[in-house]
């Protein structure tokens, strides 16, 4: 991991019972180089002292808007300049609300609005106020906004409940911000991704498509974004949230996936096909409802593009990574998709069996290259995506160099 030298962090302290793991976290940015500065709003001292982070930062610590003394050592604007990065941890319920509708009523809601520098917030609340609607809608409006969401966990909370909401532990943020501040393996590079399933219409109400959740797809393109690459995304119908930091273009049909993808391929560094393309469309799709009247129906169905393999054709062509679902005899149908697609890489999974595969959080892979392979997994589908972009920036660059 990098180091933080040299970085100024500004941390916001909020009203939560986690203010007390802020602490810890003061101390770590500091163990790892960084320079860090506190601001509390008013609720958060009836948890913590400001003494306590003074003691552990070596700096005054900021509560009052209106502390003329304060004010002429570093005034508010200036404090918000100052920083490379501002954290938000805890950040309860009501803070986040506050700062998703533009409030500036404490002096850290004024330094959200007034920062230009990266924004992160790490929610720490009951679990019930996180599954929250409005909760929720606020968080994914700040998202959308840019403001980088570090948790919350899962587990026991200070009033007894289990659940999601309680705020990452010091080390854990430490780890966020010095991922946040490392470049990454992918940086620079343009990565382009396909995911989630195509619908190919029947009539204007029914369609064809397959159990792809996309999920393994959305773990990729976050992974990726980690790893510093900037990400296009281009997914059929899912019912997951956008990534965070990631272009996302939504389509439905394989055609417009194909359109989608052809436009951005060339302009890319790497492309990896992880959509379970739908290989076939009804020919002459009915433009009005079809009513049932005969005993059976027949479908006409064509070939539809092939996305993958007409990228890999491209003259100025990405590195291209393919994914096989196989029911059976996984490495030899990989391996010929390997060849017959032209690919750089090709990660196979078994799919129908043991939890695995579509719509599961679970994965296991068997990755291929033209000379050499890598078992990834079983692990979380975040996990085998963090290890499967890993192998793909290492082969990368073994085959760019
Ligand atoms: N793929 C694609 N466009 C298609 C079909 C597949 O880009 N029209 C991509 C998938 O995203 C995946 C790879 O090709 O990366 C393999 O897809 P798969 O359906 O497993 O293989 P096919 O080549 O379609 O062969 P088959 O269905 O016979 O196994």
């Given at each position: 991991?990098?180091?933080?030298?040299?970085?100024?962090?500004?941390?916001?302290?909020?009203?939560?019972?986690?203010?007390?793991?802020?602490?810890?976290?003061?101390?770590?940015?500091?163990?790892?180089?960084?320079?860090?500065?506190?601001?509390?709003?008013?609720?958060?001292?009836?948890?913590?002292?400001?003494?306590?982070?003074?003691?552990?930062?070596?700096?005054?610590?900021?509560?009052?808007?209106?502390?003329?003394?304060?004010?002429?050592?570093?005034?508010?604007?200036?404090?918000?300049?100052?920083?490379?990065?501002?954290?938000?941890?805890?950040?309860?319920?009501?803070?986040?609300?506050?700062?998703?509708?533009?409030?500036?009523?404490?002096?850290?809601?004024?330094?959200?609005?007034?920062?230009?520098?990266?924004?992160?917030?790490?929610?720490?609340?009951?679990?019930?106020?996180?599954?929250?609607?409005?909760?929720?809608?606020?968080?994914?409006?700040?998202?959308?906004?840019?403001?980088?969401?570090?948790?919350?966990?899962?587990?026991?909370?200070?009033?007894?409940?289990?659940?999601?909401?309680?705020?990452?532990?010091?080390?854990?943020?430490?780890?966020?911000?010095?991922?946040?501040?490392?470049?990454?393996?992918?940086?620079?590079?343009?990565?382009?991704?396909?995911?989630?399933?195509?619908?190919?219409?029947?009539?204007?109400?029914?369609?064809?498509?397959?159990?792809?959740?996309?999920?393994?797809?959305?773990?990729?393109?976050?992974?990726?974004?980690?790893?510093?690459?900037?990400?296009?995304?281009?997914?059929?119908?899912?019912?997951?949230?956008a990534p965070q930091g990631?272009?996302?273009?939504?389509?439905?049909?394989?055609?417009?996936?194909?359109?989608?993808?052809?436009?951005?391929?060339?302009?890319?560094?790497?492309?990896?096909?992880?959509?379970?393309?739908?290989?076939?469309?009804?020919?002459?799709?009915?433009?009005?409802?079809?009513?049932?009247?005969?005993?059976?129906?027949s479908l006409q169905l064509?070939?539809?593009?092939?996305?993958?393999?007409?990228?890999?054709?491209?003259?100025?062509r990405p590195f291209c990574?393919?994914?096989?679902?196989?029911?059976?005899?996984?490495?030899?149908?990989?391996?010929?998709?390997?060849?017959?697609?032209?690919?750089?890489?090709?990660?196979?999974?078994?799919?129908?069996?043991?939890?695995?595969?579509?719509?599961?959080?679970?994965?296991?892979?068997?990755?291929?290259?033209?000379?050499?392979?890598?078992?990834?997994?079983?692990?979380?589908?975040?996990?085998?995506?963090?290890?499967?972009?890993?192998?793909?920036?290492?082969?990368?660059?073994?085959?760019?160099?």
């Amino acid at each position: 991991m990098s180091d933080l030298s040299n970085k100024k962090i500004l941390l916001g302290i909020t009203g939560g019972i986690a203010a007390y793991k802020s602490a810890e976290l003061v101390r770590l940015l500091i163990k790892a180089g960084a320079e860090v500065r506190v601001v509390m709003t008013p609720a958060a001292q009836e948890f913590v002292q400001p003494l306590t982070y003074q003691a552990l930062s070596g700096h005054r610590v900021y509560v009052d808007l209106f502390d003329a003394e304060a004010e002429s050592a570093m005034d508010h604007i200036e404090l918000a300049r100052w920083c490379d990065l501002l954290l938000v941890a805890p950040a309860t319920a009501d803070f986040l609300g506050k700062m998703n509708a533009g409030y500036a009523d404490n002096l850290l809601l004024t330094l959200c609005l007034a920062c230009k520098q990266p924004v992160a917030v790490a929610p720490a609340m009951n679990q019930q106020m996180y599954a929250n609607a409005s909760t929720q809608q606020n968080l994914a409006q700040l998202a959308a906004k840019n403001v980088l969401l570090w948790g919350p966990a899962e587990g026991e909370q200070a009033c007894g409940d289990v659940g999601q909401g309680r705020m990452l532990e010091a080390v854990q943020l430490l780890q966020e911000v010095e991922r946040h501040f490392s470049p990454g393996r992918l940086a620079g590079l343009r990565l382009l991704l396909t995911a989630g399933p195509t619908r190919e219409a029947i009539d204007p109400v029914r369609y064809i498509s397959n159990r792809s959740s996309g999920k393994m797809g959305y773990a990729i393109a976050d992974a990726a974004r980690r790893q510093g690459a900037s990400v296009t995304l281009v997914s059929g119908p899912v019912a997951l949230p956008a990534p965070q930091g990631v272009k996302l273009v939504n389509v439905e049909s394989a055609q417009q996936m194909y359109d989608a993808v052809m436009q951005e391929a060339e302009a890319s560094d790497v492309f990896i096909a992880c959509a379970a393309v739908s290989d076939y469309r009804v020919d002459q799709a009915a433009e009005h409802k079809m009513k049932k009247s005969a005993d059976t129906v027949s479908l006409q169905l064509v070939l539809n593009a092939d996305i993958l393999a007409a990228v890999s054709a491209l003259e100025k062509r990405p590195f291209c990574v393919g994914f096989a679902a196989e029911t059976r005899d996984v490495e030899k149908y990989a391996l010929g998709k390997l060849q017959q697609k032209n690919l750089d890489m090709i990660a196979a999974n078994l799919v129908g069996e043991g939890g695995q595969g579509f719509e599961s959080d679970f994965n296991q892979l068997e990755v291929f290259w033209p000379d050499g392979r890598q078992a990834v997994g079983p692990a979380s589908k975040t996990e085998v995506a963090k290890q499967l972009i890993d192998l793909v920036a290492e082969r990368y660059t073994c085959a760019r160099s």
